[in-house]
């Protein structure tokens, strides 16, 4: 059984950063891509990052426009976003997911697997 478990969430202020992982067990993270959604309150859940397994290929939301970095680290079985130049906007629940067969990186429904979320929040 895969499981996903996020960490790093938190509060921050606007312009601050954090990092969030999502730590892979159950399987090797080698086999999956893997990709980072959010939903804020009262909002549908977006697609933020995705990555495949080797690293080389990253796709993001538009909204991103370079503020965040999604990596894997196959070792450590582990995928990481890190988070720059933070807005309130940015405040949602962050959720690690991860794809076994085909898939669209920036689509909901390609995943397979899900955490369990990890909240951020932005002060203005």
């Known amino acids: 059984q895969v499981q996903l478990v996020e960490s790093g969430g938190g509060l921050v202020q606007a312009g601050g950063s954090l990092r969030l992982s999502c730590a892979v067990s159950?399987?090797?993270?080698?086999?999956?891509?893997m990709g980072w959604f959010r939903q804020a309150p009262g909002k549908e859940r977006e697609f933020v990052a995705g990555v495949e397994w080797s690293g080389t290929f990253t796709y993001y939301g538009d909204f991103v426009k370079n503020r965040f970095t999604i990596s894997i680290n196959n070792a450590e079985n582990l995928v990481a976003l890190q988070m720059n130049s933070l807005e309130p906007e940015d405040t949602a629940v962050y959720y690690c997911?991860?794809?076994?067969?085909?898939?669209?990186?920036?689509?909901?429904?390609?995943?397979?697997?899900w955490g369990q979320g990890t909240q951020v929040t932005v002060s203005s």
């Open positions: 159950g399987s090797t993270i080698g086999y999956y891509r």
């Open positions: 997911a991860a794809c076994s067969g085909y898939c669209n990186l920036n689509i909901e429904s390609s995943y397979d697997y």
